[in-house]
């Protein structure tokens, strides 16, 4: 019976991977044309066996397949991952020719970003020629060129509502899975992706803002709600480009994200939530009638300034 109950749990933790590593390929594919760095994204949710604990290890092995240390959790359906034939539980065991990272003890998820690191360093503009395992048995796919924005969205399991962004990683709480549905978390993911593509944690350490007691005040509060004011903005547009209705975001303010109490939005770091709806409608207005998709917008502009 534990072992079952285990064993629901991971689907459950899978099924919630997929979820928001659908609304972040979604993010990142249609917004490549504005990141300047470029990494294949190709649909594929992958996760190493030392991100488990060594005891629940056996019942990982058991329901995700992992013949090798890396293995793939979750495909998104319609993603180049999945048109090219990978499928969950599939093993990697190389990537264009190049053995996947070997586990490493103890390291938690240190195999899991070596894989990733080893994915970005792979042409965004060529196919990737993948060697797979599953039940003893190898087969190559070819996975179409899919380049997009370098962020890996990541899934951290807690009861508060945490998102942040450090310039490489959107990690979001599970507690935002819970609550809000997907359009609702695409405002979320989309806020949190435009910190890295406006390179804001760069920015701010150039800045010697402190994340510290003090970041609420004086200099370093007004700073930072100009980062969170511009993320605001540009989530706009990455929303638009990804094809939902980035009124989503005014809908998103004006209800649920003004009622959420404590976690990060209650802070001097931020706008309060009826002046993030407002600066929202704003950019919406500011678009073109007949802006393209994928748009650049003015606000793209600011990630080479400094924050002063």
Not at 86 to 108: C, F, Y
Not at 215 to 234: K, M, V
Not at 268 to 277: C, E, F, Y
Request: aromatic share 4%; with cysteine.
């Amino acid at each position: 019976m534990a072992a079952e109950t285990d064993r629901a749990t991971l689907e459950a933790l899978r099924a919630a991977d997929l979820r928001l590593g659908a609304i972040g390929y979604r993010l990142a594919s249609a917004n490549a044309a504005l990141c300047r760095d470029l990494v294949p994204v190709t649909g594929m949710i992958v996760h190493a066996i030392d991100q488990y604990d060594v005891t629940e290890q056996p019942v990982t092995r058991s329901t995700f397949g992992f013949e090798t240390g890396i293995a793939v959790e979750a495909v998104v359906p319609g993603s180049p991952a999945a048109r090219a034939g990978v499928q969950a539980d599939d093993s990697i065991v190389s990537i264009n020719g190049q053995p996947v990272p070997a586990t490493r003890s103890g390291g938690h998820v240190a195999t899991r970003d070596a894989f990733a690191a080893m994915l970005d360093r792979q042409a965004a503009d060529r196919p990737l020629a993948m060697v797979l395992r599953k039940a003893g048995q190898e087969r190559t796919v070819t996975i179409p060129a899919s380049p997009g924005c370098p962020t890996l969205f990541e899934l951290r399991i807690g009861s508060s509502l945490d998102a942040v962004a450090d310039g490489r990683l959107v990690q979001i709480s599970s507690r935002f899975l819970e609550r809000f549905d997907d359009s609702q978390l695409a405002v979320v993911i989309a806020h949190e992706l435009s910190h890295n593509i406006l390179r804001h944690h760069v920015r701010l350490d150039a800045a010697q803002v402190s994340r510290g007691v003090f970041r609420e005040l004086g200099r370093n509060g007004r700073i930072f709600r100009t980062t969170e004011d511009d993320a605001d903005r540009l989530g706009v547009h990455l929303l638009r480009n990804a094809g939902w209705d980035p009124a989503a975001a005014v809908t998103f303010w004006n209800g649920p994200g003004a009622r959420i109490d404590g976690g990060i939005f209650h802070s001097r770091t931020h706008s309060s939530a009826g002046k993030r709806a407002e600066n929202i409608v704003a950019e919406i207005a500011a678009i073109p009638r007949d802006a393209p998709i994928p748009y650049l917008p003015p606000v793209l502009k600011t990630r080479d300034q400094p924050l002063e």
